[in-house]
RNA sequence: GGACCCGUGGCCUAGACAGGAUAUGGCACCGGCUUUCUAAGCCGGCGAUCCCGGGUUCGAAUCCCGGCGGGUCCGCCA
């Protein structure tokens, strides 16, 4: 029995290959497994790397290498194959690995034993002017998967929000709230704090545009704020706060925690951006005041290369304060990672830099996603053209609720707005985390609304389907794996016994999308084997070994749906 | 002017970092499947110059070079 089958099948055909590579008097040659197509078996490789060396036909080379494999444990025969060494897994071996480290594991199957290696994850970090709005919800989105996925994998995860309390954006908001009569702004959508704030953030751009003196007014507390006026620093982080409290309880909807708070003011108060300057003061150039590196050596390019580290006021400057911040990071963890947009990359590299002049313990990783933008373009809290995340989960939801209602008309209304909030927000992550955050998004609503195909309700159904069987069961006798013969029970036994190792190599690559695509097969070769297989009308030991299947089935799709930030309804 | 990312059927998308067998799915469209564990399901059909042009290679969606198109960035803002 292991935590992961399929490792442990991979481990097996690189043993079996090397073996075979040995006795053929072959150099190894890292040619990686790759899944042949449906039919040709269950792992192969390619022999045309080695064709040259040895100087025959590829063809030949995969004979040779098969006559010479021996049998494993798990992979039964090997062929050739035009080139190729098609293997194939002793299926009732293979089935009873599975059956055993999914029955044994239970629910926690999938979890990877613990690394005791801590990591800090830093994701959503937006600024507590409005509220949240989809192009940037990709951040929690996936900065959330992915530390879910990290757990999963073995990893002691904390994340973490940076909290901008510091800068013009936040000295406006605070204007716009102290001084800008409630009359003379438009009622908000939603009775939400950040919300209701959010009129007087863009009531105050509105006036600021061609108004000098209240440019000077603004320009002055910022320079009081950032030399260190506590009074008014409580009270804009006080406001930041109110904003903040709206955005969690957005996040909070969509089931994601954060586990700590930065304050970017702290940085300042406390002296530890100061200090930076002083350890960095030496390597920087002074015009006037303020300090400077010239970044082209370091290989960054562009028009301006000149990287500020304070104002010639002697003030400091944000990357002054993110080189502070990330300095605290490395005291409490060993693997730092950043969720950013995809404009802060320049802003990571300059960083990077600065912690290794400064001689810090490390720098932290970066996963960068491309925006959501609406098809009219970029969104903007500014200028008040966003979606709103509450807006859309609202949508979501309600229309998740019509589906419900007309699918399930027997459901009480509160059971509806239960499986609806399932449903819907799950929508709404699963449409953000299935895809490659680097690929940009045009939002559309006929997309985001669709709950049919490669979506949310797909993978949750199936979900439903297993606790469907489940509760009708009863119990169960011992699995035999034996029993298991159609091609469609194979086909799910393969995928649940992949499931750890999907773990592990979306959590070492930081890709959460892997584990979407992953869910998203389970779910339908769960939903093939539920067409083809019988399991409460079954014979024993058939029964109980299906039945096995589908609790290993429960676990993995809920597992894997969790991972990636969904729910799992046990009925829909 | 420069840097980074993206470009795959009408639309969305996997595969690209580690080059390999007839390029993965979904939406839409057309046609089928429910006396049997929930049809938000399943099966079939239609549909692709993998942006373009060179190069490397036995072999390129994948690697390299050059274009084109879109996004992002190059502030004593954050």
Redesign the pocket.
Known sequence: MTADPWGAVLDEAEKLRKEAEAAAGVAHF????????????D???????Y??QLRKG?DQVAKDLVALMPKGMLIATSEA??????MRLDTVAFSRLVLDSGLAAGGSYGSLPPKKVRVLLEHTSV?PTGPIHIGRARNPIIGDALARIMRMAGYEVSTEYLV???????VLLYWGVKNIDPKDVPPPEKEKEDFRLVKYYQKANELLEGNEELERKIGEM?LRF?SGDIALTREIRSVAERVLRGILESLDRIDVHIDSFYW?SDLIMSGSARQVVNRLRDKFLD????L?LDLAPYG?????????L????G????????IAYHLTKFDRCDIAINVL???????Q??LKVGLQLIGAPGVPETL?Y??V?LPE??MSTRSGRVVSLDDLADELVER?AE??R???PELPPERVKE??DI??LG?LRYNIV???P?????F?W??AL?????????L???H??T???L???GGRGTPDPSALTHPSELRLVKTLGQFPHLIS?AAE?R?P??LA?YA??A??HF????????????EEPLRST?LAL?EISRTVLGNALHCIGLRA????
């Open positions: 890292p040619v990686p497994l790759e899944t042949p197509p449906e039919g040709w078996g792992l192969a490789f390619a022999t045309f790397p064709a040259k590829p194959v035009g080139g190729y060494v098609n600024n901008n309390d510091v800068g013009r954006q936040m910022i950032e970017e015009e006037g005041g303020a400077f960054i390019k562009g028009e301006n290369t000149r990287w500020f304070t104002r010639k006021d003030t400091t400057l944000y990357p002054t304060r993110d947009g995809e404009d802060q990359k320049l802003g590299q300059q960068f491309s925006f933008a373009g970029r998740a589906e419900v007309k699918r399930r499986i609806a449903v819907g929508a299935r895809l490659q680097e690929k940009k998004i045009v559309k006929e997309e669709n709950f049919e195909g490669n979506s949310a309700p797909f949750q159904y199936a439903a389907r606790c469907g069987i509760s009708k069961a190599v690559s890709r999308h892997f695509s998203y097969e779910a339908s939903n093939i084997f539920y067409r083809d297989c019988q399991v409460l009308q079954a299906r589908v309804p046990a009925e829909m």
